[in-house]
């Protein structure tokens, strides 16, 4: 077996393979710097694989992915999750039973790199896992299983990412078997029903007071906890980490503008208001809304998307 992936949400996956399967090389990607005067950190996919023992590898393009992978071929098969680099004909077809992925979406809905986030933005009442054959196609082979979950109101990317990551390595435990014995083909995906959730970027985090309240409360679970929605505050950068909506607030507000009622701080939308209840101001750490309002000197001002 040859495992590929990067974050902390695969390793729930990597383990569980590692309980029932012999790995003959763990792929990840390379070690990045996290902070200007920081060193290099491993991948959390690596940091596992190091302390179970098992040999990695931290290919940096197409090429070299294919040169780990071949020197460990020929393998029974190969799982991906959340590796973050497509798999091209001759790595696929090193794998004597191909490669299968945990992808962190209901396919076909969601794929991409940033399934989770995609859902909740959108406003899905439900979530889950997907088993599929890994294809040429991006997220497009056929799904050998899936579990579903409920997506919250109060839901974070973090925290369901989270969820879904256990939940993805039930799904594998129990389909693993059937997997490696070839006695499981999968349903092809209906095309037709495909959405894409491509990658994130800080920009995605950049929030329109002129959109509803509703939808700006979504973004920011969407984007929390890293890299998080924000505004500008005097210029400034200000982090949004957690919020609540309502459609009738305490007092009336122009778009984008502060205040304090009832001991929250509200920030004025299109059809209502929010209430910033975990914000990070510059160069300070995330506290409450309430809390950094209380502090400020002067006027609160105004938020605004610029």
Request: some cysteine; hydrophobic content about 40%; charged content about 25%.
């Amino acid at each position: 077996m040859v495992f590929l992936g990067t974050p902390a949400a695969a390793v729930p996956c990597l383990r569980a393979l590692n309980q029932r399967a012999d790995i003959a090389l763990v792929v990840t990607r390379g070690d990045r710097r996290r902070g200007r005067s920081a060193g290099k950190t491993p991948s959390e996919v690596k940091k596992s694989a190091m302390e179970m023992g098992l040999a990695t590898a931290c290919p940096e393009s197409r090429v070299q992915l294919e040169q780990a992978l071949r020197s460990v071929a020929p393998f029974r098969m190969g799982l991906v999750v959340a590796y973050g680099m497509l798999l091209t004909r001759p790595m696929l077809d090193l794998a004597e039973m191909g490669f299968v992925n945990v992808h962190f979406s209901l396919l076909p809905r969601w794929r991409g790199a940033a399934p989770v986030a995609a859902a909740i933005r959108a406003g899905d009442p439900v979530t889950g896992v997907s088993l599929m054959k890994v294809t040429e196609g991006l997220d497009s082979g056929p799904v050998v299983a899936a579990a579903s979950v409920a997506i919250g109101e109060t839901d974070e990317r973090g925290g369901l990412t989270d969820d879904l990551s256990g939940l993805g390595a039930d799904l594998l435990a129990e389909n693993l078997g059937d997997l490696m014995a070839g006695r499981i083909s999968g349903s092809p995906q209906r095309e037709e029903d495909a959405t894409y959730a491509p990658r994130l970027t800080v920009e995605d985090g950049r929030l329109d007071f002129e959109r509803p309240v509703e939808e700006l409360a979504r973004q920011v679970r969407a984007m929390a906890p890293r890299p998080g929605a924000f505004a500008r505050w005097k210029q400034a950068r200000m982090r949004i980490l957690r919020v609540r909506w309502s459609s009738s607030p305490p007092l009336s507000l122009r778009r984008g503008e502060l205040a304090l009622a009832s001991g929250d701080l509200w920030c004025g939308g299109r059809d209502g208001g929010l209430i910033l209840d975990g914000i990070q101001p510059p160069g300070k750490r995330v506290m409450a809304g309430s809390a950094w309002a209380n502090g400020v000197r002067g006027e609160l001002g105004s938020l605004s998307s610029g």
